[in-house]
């Protein structure tokens, strides 16, 4: 029994596939008249609708393949509406860049872990190390503001 490999066009191979599988796809609709066979262990590839006339049983009428309906838009009420408990972005950005060594932009987006630390390494080094602090709330804030970090610590999407 010859089975066959079968491309819809999609630059993938499926299968392998007996005649039956093949007539069965065509009369459900989901493979074209177009789409393409190759025998198992060949190398050459024909339309599909041409292997089906060969066994000797009537072609598959192959029905129409609808295209998806058209999008024109959406109403304004189906458009995406922040979540109400969204954080503002640049209020994040901003407090990082500009309060980051106390970490404040981390405790305003529920990071407090993170926020602690900052503030920790501010005060517990008498000031010493509070640039470390600055630069790492100066990367922070323009990472928020760039959209790199674009959720809260519960996993909310923040606002523009």
Not at 45 to 52: I, N
Not at 117 to 135: F, K, M
């Amino acid at each position: 029994m010859t089975r066959y490999w079968l491309s819809i066009g999609d630059g993938k191979t499926y299968g392998p596939y007996t005649l039956a599988d093949l007539r069965a796809f065509a009369t459900q609709g989901k493979i074209a008249s177009s789409s393409m066979v190759c025998p198992e262990g060949g190398s050459s590839w024909a339309p599909v609708a041409s292997v089906l006339a060969e066994d000797g049983v009537p072609p598959p009428v192959f029905p129409p393949i609808a295209p998806p309906p058209m999008m024109t838009g959406f109403p304004a009420q189906a458009q995406a509406q922040p979540h109400p408990e969204a954080k503002s972005k640049i209020a994040a950005g901003l407090l990082g860049i500009f309060l980051g060594a106390l970490g404040v932009h981390n405790f305003y987006l529920g990071k407090t872990g993170l926020g602690l630390a900052q503030l920790l390494i501010s005060i517990l080094s008498c000031g010493w190390l509070v640039w470390v602090s600055a630069i790492w709330g100066l990367i922070e804030g323009i990472l928020i503001l760039t959209g790199s970090i674009r959720t809260d610590a519960r996993g909310i999407p923040l606002r523009d």
